[in-house]
């Protein structure tokens, strides 16, 4: 027998058109933001994001440590048993950051990112390496005539070899798993001859909160990362190259929309970091602004919900 199709009421029309409208509405913004980039229209990665990537509730905390070494970079990020070290500052710096993890009780290091090849990022690397038995180490692919051929390079290469640590490279989209908070690698995305563009940029998240490292990424980068439509806003940005002039783009900032943004800068450094401009784009967000040089250690505790925050100045 023929069933006979019922007729939708007023109100379930009007919600059908609706939801069509704002079909359409969507779909022309993101065609205008193609055709006018200068208008800086959201994809639909950031339209979106909350549903392709829900928190989830954890338990416990998360510590991330940006450890002084001037104007260099090393962190360290702790969840529950799990450690993380993202770079590992200068040679001269080997002391000063094996006693730290030393007194934070670090015995084993899960993962290790060198962000990029420059020696104020993997300058007592090897050292580090030697000394803390490392699981993995983490490091972006550069074509054999832009690999870096430094002795600082080649001594963390030899270590590597040496302790027989196994060494991945950072893919865009890969997600490590840190206890309870996942960090995902956000670029290279496109290969460069340029090291600071092959930086290892990653965002790191513990329930609601987040946190981002650029590395020493410029413009180019952040915008092949916005366009890649992986979710950037967070409530930590440690802040590209130092907060020189050539990271920290309007848009970038503007996606990630930090609370506060920590820049590894050495007082009186000789390259004038941090850039004015950059420290005006962070004011105009409204993020609160840590400098190594001001603050020295700066140390953010997560709960899954909200941050706090402890300085060693």
Partial sequence: MARTA??????????????LLVVVLVSLALTIGSLVPSLDLPGWG?????????YSSVEGEMEVHFIDVGNADCTLVRQGDFCVLIDAGERGDRNRILQYLNDAGVRRLDLVI?????????GSMAA??????????????MAPEDTPTSATYIDMLEVLDEKSIPVEEAVPGAVYTVGEAQLQVLAPIEM?????DMSVVTRLTFGKTAFLFAGDAEVAVEKDILNSGYAVQSTV?????HGASTSSSAAFLKRVAPQYAVI???SGNSYGHPHTETLERLDGLGATVYRSDVH???????????VSIETEE
Avoid: W
Avoid at 46 to 54: E, I, K, M, Q
Avoid at 192 to 196: E, I, L, M, R, V
Avoid at 296 to 306: A, E, L, M, R
């Fill in 237 to 241: 940005l440690k802040v590209g190259h």
């Fill in 6 to 19: 019922k007729r939708m009421t007023k109100k379930q029309k009007e919600k059908l058109a609706g939801a």
């Fill in 128 to 141: 580090v390496l030697e000394s803390i038995p490392t699981e993995r180490m983490l490091l972006a692919y």
């Fill in 46 to 54: 950031d339209l979106f994001a909350p549903l392709n990537a829900p």
């Fill in 114 to 122: 060198a962000t990029h090849a420059h020696a104020d990022h993997i």
């Fill in 264 to 266: 590894p800068c050495g």
């Fill in 192 to 196: 460069s001859s340029d090291c600071n």
């Fill in 296 to 306: 020295g250690d700066v140390v953010f505790t997560s709960d899954g919900d909200t």
